[in-house]
C-alpha cells in the first residue's frame, strides 16, 4: 500500500463550524505533512509531524490545529475559518523525518468556507 | 534553502521529449535537486531527485551540470498525460522542509 488518504475530498463549511480533515497512510512513514495550496499557486507547508510530535510549525493561525493520534494518522481541526482559508489542503508522509527521499502525497481535501 | 528559477511555461509535441530547465545557482553542496509533478486538482507526485550525478528512472531523466547551478528533467516520450506543473526544488538532504516555487506548466500538445 503506497497510498495517502484524504477525507473528506470536499467539505464546505461555514465561519463558525467546526470540522476535520483526515489523512492516513499505512506505509510506515514517521513523518507526516500538512500542505495549503491555493489556486494557481504552489503547494506551501503549514506543519511537520516527526515520529507523532509536531516538529515544524510555519506560524499557522491558531484556527488550524493539526494533530497525530498514532503513527498513520494525521488530522487537521479547523474552526472559526475566513473564507480567505478557502483553499486544497494536502496531506504528505516520507519514511523518515530528515530525509533524502520523496514525499507521498495525498490527493487533497477541497475546502470552502463560507 | 536554495531558490531555484524555471519557466513559467512550456509546450511540447506528444511524442518528443521534454526538457524542462531549472536554475539553482545558489545551490550549496548538501542539498539535493528534486523534481515533482502536479496534475491538475491532484496531489503533488514525485518524480526523480539527485545530488551530483545524472539519475534515470521509469518516469523521467535528471542532467545536473558539472557545477550543479542547474538542471535539466527529461520526458523522454511525453504523452497527453504529463500536462502538469513542474516543480523543482533544492533541499538539503539532512532537512525536513520542502518548499515548492512557482514551478513549469508543461503543456503537451497532440
Known amino acids: 500500500d503506497t497510498e495517502v488518504t484524504q477525507t473528506p475530498k470536499h467539505l464546505v463549511m461555514g465561519m463558525t463550524n467546526k470540522k476535520s480533515l483526515k489523512c492516513e497512510q499505512h506505509?510506515?512513514?514517521?513523518?507526516m505533512y500538512w500542505y495549503k495550496q491555493k489556486a494557481k499557486k504552489p503547494p506551501e507547508l503549514m506543519f511537520v509531524?516527526?515520529?507523532?510530535?509536531?516538529?515544524i510549525n510555519e506560524s499557522v493561525p491558531s484556527r488550524f490545529s493539526p494533530e497525530c493520534p498514532n503513527s498513520s494518522l494525521l488530522n487537521l481541526h479547523l474552526h472559526a475559518l475566513q473564507p480567505e482559508d478557502s483553499a486544497l489542503y494536502l496531506c504528505a508522509s516520507s519514511q523518515e523525518p530528515v530525509y533524502t527521499g520523496e514525499l507521498f502525497f495525498g490527493e487533497g481535501s477541497r475546502l470552502t468556507v463560507l | 534553502d536554495a531558490k531555484t528559477t524555471q519557466p513559467p511555461s512550456m509546450d511540447c509535441a506528444e511524442g518528443r521529449a521534454a526538457n524542462l530547465p531549472c536554475n539553482h545557482s545558489t545551490i550549496s553542496g548538501n542539498e539535493y535537486v528534486y523534481w515533482y509533478r502536479q496534475i491538475h486538482s491532484q496531489g503533488p507526485q514525485y518524480i526523480i531527485h539527485?545530488?551530483?550525478n545524472n539519475e534515470t528512472n521509469e518516469m523521467a531523466s535528471l542532467i545536473i551540470t558539472e557545477d550543479r547551478k542547474s538542471s535539466t528533467l527529461i520526458l523522454p516520450h511525453a504523452t497527453l498525460r504529463d500536462t502538469a506543473v513542474y516543480y523543482c526544488?533544492?533541499?538539503?538532504?539532512?532537512?525536513?522542509?520542502?518548499?515548492f516555487g512557482t514551478g513549469t506548466k508543461l503543456q503537451v500538445i497532440p
Open positions: 526544488i533544492v533541499k538539503p538532504g539532512g532537512y525536513q522542509k520542502v518548499t
Open positions: 539527485g545530488l551530483k
Open positions: 509531524y516527526s515520529y507523532e510530535k509536531l516538529s
Open positions: 506505509m510506515g512513514h514517521r513523518a
